[in-house]
């Protein structure tokens, strides 16, 4: 079995295996990592319950897998490289040796803490060496880490905590974001008051600032670091328990808690990383996501480790100092392979092609895209200024719920196409339908995607809670999971996404329930009543649009415009803050009370020509005052 496709030939007939065969394939795959115990069988699945389970009665750890398994033949090799946010700040770099070392440590610190095996820990941190080492750390001793985007308000954050009804935090003192100081421990603080599940907190200093340290609760990295053993032997893990699980929005209520178990995604990430980034052992790998996203997890951190890889982190922003900062990490680390996100590749682009024609990008010989559709001219822009029309760009598309790269093509192996996805990966049987559940097999028609069988990196639950996992994703299509995706596909099998079908706004390749957002404008005295909607932007790829009625006449429209900000991002997080909030006396509901969101969005888009029948609705004439006071 070969773990690197070289040849278009070569990914027909992995193909080909991998659907005929499906046990034979990703079993051979597996035998090349360590397992404490080897599976009993390969598979066992029902999409009804469902029911997914992988290497049934593997033991393993995945840290074996991604450190110690390596120490022999590239104990000194880089396995991360961290570029801090200010490139006058020295940057560091990890032998996979001390990335072991320091795994264990923190391993042990974290018994020493109280942590047990099946504990959550949410770990909430800039993007600093500590955080891979956290997460690994937690792996390594059995805890099953959460890790939140350190730019999730405090409200956010406890909502996630509580949910995983987590035992500890890690986290830091402070935070660089840009120009940026953000008080991170300080968020923390707040979400506690809300958290009695979590006992010890972990402070590890970045900005130097002494936050306030609560007594019997919070401790230092630095001295528990300092007391803690190097030799942390693997925890025994079965393949199907939990890894982690990594709060994503969906259409309705909370976030919830996706859950990956060690198995399954340990084989699927090392085989998706090394096809499709072709990966070379001498190659130095960037992806510029933070690990706070499945992106991060499976493609920072565990992807490339699992393959031996030096992985780059970078803890800082694209434009600051100025938009040339990518394209100086670039020379200045002799990167290979860039994997990025289309809405950084746009505020690029609009801050003009000097800054990347300063650099000479020499080293580049793959490009990456993910997070949300790639535009043509953000493709082309790509391309030609920043892969000087040699390197091979894969757009992969993915979800947090699919642990990796489900639909791509393998860099420089399969052709790439502008703003396609192309080809499924070996293992994966995508089908489209019509909304009646009819296969669609016609080329180039629009179709809801799904998949027809399991790969071994795909979600097994949600946190607490497996029958919203079977409502959401495994109920619209019996037998199928379904991805909220629409995709077309042409006449060589190509996919293209098109977007979110259903109430998911992607900003900026970030996920936002519609619900969510009016959840957290509804919290403001004032408004009665809200409904929230995506629209073309030109840089975050969709922009938030909210329609909002108030309890009373407005007397004044910033402030209230202000509150309403604030209050999102109170509930949510600044990332999450509309960018256009309209005043409205109604909304377009039907006669059930059901918000006609398809007008919205039209309107939203500056589409009124062709809104479809209102006649159904409540009260028709809202659409004409909406219609006249849209902001565009
Ligand atoms: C990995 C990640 C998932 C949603 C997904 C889709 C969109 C991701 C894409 C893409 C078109 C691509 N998406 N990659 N759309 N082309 N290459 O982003 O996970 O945050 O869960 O988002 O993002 O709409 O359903 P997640």
Not at 552 to 556: A, F, K, M, W, Y
């Given at each position: 079995m070969h773990t690197r496709i070289r040849t278009f030939e070569e990914y027909q007939t992995a193909y080909q295996q991998s659907v005929e065969n499906p046990e034979a394939f990703w079993g051979a795959l597996a035998e090349q990592f360590i397992w404490q115990k080897k599976w009993d069988k390969v598979l066992d699945w029902n999409f009804e319950e469902p029911k997914v389970q992988w290497f049934v009665n593997g033991k393993l750890n995945i840290t074996e897998n991604a450190l110690d398994r390596h120490l022999k033949e590239r104990g000194n090799k880089l396995a991360i490289i961290w570029e801090p946010n200010d490139p006058k700040e020295r940057f560091v770099r990890l032998t996979y040796r001390e990335l072991h070392e320091q795994v264990c440590k923190a391993a042990n610190m974290l018994k020493a803490q109280g942590v047990k095996k099946g504990d959550r820990v949410v770990i909430y941190m800039p993007m600093i060496p500590e955080l891979a080492i956290s997460v690994l750390a937690c792996a390594r001793m059995g805890a099953v880490h959460s890790v939140v985007f350190a730019g999730f308000s405090s409200s956010s954050l406890a909502d996630r905590i509580n949910d995983a009804q987590a035992y500890a935090v890690i986290t830091s003192d402070g935070l660089y974001r840009g120009a940026k100081e953000i008080p991170v421990k300080r968020v923390v603080d707040e979400a506690l008051e809300h958290c009695p599940s979590v006992k010890r907190v972990i402070v590890k200093e970045r900005v130097g600032w002494k936050p306030r340290m609560m007594e019997g609760r919070d401790v230092s990295w630095e001295a528990e670091i300092e007391k803690a053993d190097k030799n942390c032997p693997a925890e025994v893990m079965d393949a199907e328990d939990m890894l982690f699980i990594l709060y994503t929005s969906g259409s309705t209520g909370k976030p919830k808690g996706v859950v990956h178990t060690c198995g399954g995604y340990m084989v699927y990430t090392d085989y998706t990383f090394r096809n499709v980034f072709q990966y070379e052992e001498s190659d130095i790998y960037w992806c510029t996501a933070d690990i706070g996203w499945v992106t991060g997890h499976s493609y920072i951190v565990y992807g490339p480790l699992l393959a031996g890889a030096t992985t780059l982190m970078f803890e800082g922003v694209p434009t600051w100092p100025d938009a040339g900062r990518f394209w100086q990490v670039v020379d200045k680390h002799n990167v290979n392979t860039f994997y990025t996100a289309p809405t950084a590749i746009r505020s690029l682009m609009a801050a003009g092609t000097d800054h990347v024609l300063s650099y000479s990008l020499d080293s580049l010989k793959i490009l990456g895209s993910v997070g949300e559709p790639i535009n043509e001219e953000a493709w082309h822009w790509y391309h030609i200024h920043v892969g000087k029309e040699k390197c091979p760009i894969v757009d992969t598309w993915w979800q947090t719920e699919t642990g990796g790269i489900l639909i791509s093509n393998l860099a420089g192996v399969t052709p790439h196409k502008p703003a396609h996805a192309t080809l499924p990966l070996p293992g994966i049987q995508p089908v489209l339908l019509t909304a009646e559940g009819k296969e669609i097999t016609e080329n180039e028609e629009e179709g809801l995607l799904c998949m027809k069988f399991p790969w071994p990196g795909m979600l097994r639950t949600t946190y607490g809670d497996h029958e919203r996992c079977r409502q959401t994703y495994f109920s619209s299509f019996k037998g199928l999971y379904f991805t909220g995706d629409g995709a077309r596909r042409d006449e060589h099998g190509n996919y293209r996404i098109i977007g979110r079908v259903d109430d998911v706004i992607n900003v900026s390749g970030h996920r936002f329930g519609t619900a969510e957002i009016e959840n957290a404008i509804n919290q403001c005295i004032h408004v009665a009543e809200s409904a929230v909607v995506g629209y073309p932007h030109e840089i975050k790829g969709q922009g938030i649009y909210a329609y909002v009625i108030t309890r009373?006449?407005?007397?004044?429209e910033e402030n209230l415009r202000g509150e309403i900000l604030e209050a999102v991002v109170k509930e949510i997080g600044k990332i999450a803050r509309p960018d256009k909030i309209q005043f409205v006396s109604g909304l377009p509901k039907t006669r059930s009370g059901k918000i006609m969101r398809r007008i919205l969005r039209k309107i939203a888009e500056g589409d009124t020509s062709s809104l479809g029948d209102t006649s159904t609705l409540l009260d028709p004439n809202v659409v004409d005052e909406i219609k006249a006071g849209a902001i565009h």
């Open positions: 009373e006449p407005i007397t004044n």
